[in-house]
Antibody, heavy 115, light 107 residues
Framework: EVQLVESGGGLVQPGGSLRLSCAAS????????MSWVRQAPGKGLEWVAN????????YYVDSVKGRFTISRDNAKNSLYLQMNSLRAEDTAVYYC????????WGQGTLVTVSS | DIQMTQSPSAMSASVGDRVTITCRAS??????LAWFQQKPGKVPKRLIY???SLQSGVPSRFSGSGSGTEFTLTISSLQPEDFATYYC?????????FGGGTKVEIK
C-alpha cells in the first residue's frame, strides 16, 4: 500500500524557518516526481513545488520562490520542504503527494506562522 | 501562469440529481487535468485523471470529459456521500494550478 507520512509542522514566528519531511513507502520512490501542496484554513488548494526523480529539476509557485527549497533523499525514501522567511500567509496544512497528477496524498502537517 | 476558472463556486442539489461542474483553462492544457473531492477535515481524493480516466475504486457515477481549455466533471446521480468540495487541477505547465473549488451542498 502506498503511504506518505508528513511531519515537521508546528508553530513558528514570522521570519522563522521550518523543515517538513515526508516519508514514502509502498512504491519505488526514486521513480516518481514528488510535489508539495498546501491548503490555508478554510481556503482552496495551492500547489507549492515539485522535484524530479533525481532532484535535478525543481519548480515552485512564485509566492515561495527564494524562500522554500524542495529536496529529496532517495536512499531514505524521503521528501523535504525547507521553509525560510515564513509569513503569516504561509499558514496552511502542507501535503506531500506523488506525481504525476498529485495522487496519492499524505495526511498533511499543519504549519502555523504567528507571533 | 494558467488560470483555472471553476464554476459554479457552490451549488445546492438533491440526491439523485445529475451534477455538472466546469473548469476552464486560460490556455490549452491538452488532457493534463485531474479532479479531486474533499470532504471537511479530510485529505483530497483524486476522482479523475487525464481528463476522463476514472481513478480505481471511484464509483462509475463520476465521469470527466474535455480537452484543451474546457473540462467537465459529471456526477450522474448524486448520492449522500458525494456532498463535498470538488477541485480541478492542471498539471500541463508550471506552476500547476487548482480551480477555486465547487462546494456541493444538500438542497
Amino acid at each position: 500500500e502506498v503511504q506518505l507520512v508528513e511531519s515537521g509542522g508546528g508553530l513558528v514566528q514570522p521570519g522563522g524557518s521550518l523543515r517538513l519531511s515526508c516519508a514514502a513507502s509502498g512504491f519505488t520512490f526514486s521513480s516518481y516526481w514528488m510535489s508539495w501542496v498546501r491548503q490555508a484554513p478554510g481556503k482552496g488548494l495551492e500547489w507549492v513545488a515539485n522535484i524530479k526523480q533525481d532532484g535535478s529539476e525543481k519548480y515552485y509557485v512564485d509566492s515561495v520562490k527564494g524562500r522554500f527549497t524542495i529536496s529529496r533523499d532517495n536512499a531514505k525514501n524521503s521528501l523535504y520542504l525547507q521553509m525560510n522567511s515564513l509569513r503569516a500567509e504561509d499558514t496552511a496544512v502542507y501535503y506531500c503527494a506523488r506525481d504525476p497528477g498529485i495522487d496519492p496524498w499524505g495526511q498533511g502537517t499543519l504549519v502555523t506562522v504567528s507571533s | 501562469d494558467i488560470q483555472m476558472t471553476q464554476s459554479p463556486s457552490a451549488m445546492s442539489a438533491s440526491v439523485g440529481d445529475r451534477v455538472t461542474i466546469t473548469c476552464r483553462a486560460s490556455q490549452g492544457i491538452s488532457n493534463y487535468l485531474a479532479w479531486f473531492q474533499q470532504k471537511p477535515g479530510k485529505v483530497p481524493k483524486r476522482l479523475i485523471y487525464a481528463s476522463s480516466s476514472l481513478q480505481s475504486g471511484v464509483p462509475s457515477r463520476f465521469s470527466g470529459s474535455g480537452s484543451g481549455t474546457e473540462f467537465t466533471l459529471t456526477i450522474s446521480s448524486l448520492q449522500p456521500e458525494d456532498f463535498a468540495t470538488y477541485y480541478c487541477l492542471q498539471h500541463n505547465s508550471y506552476p500547476f494550478t487548482f480551480g477555486g473549488g465547487t462546494k456541493v451542498e444538500i438542497k
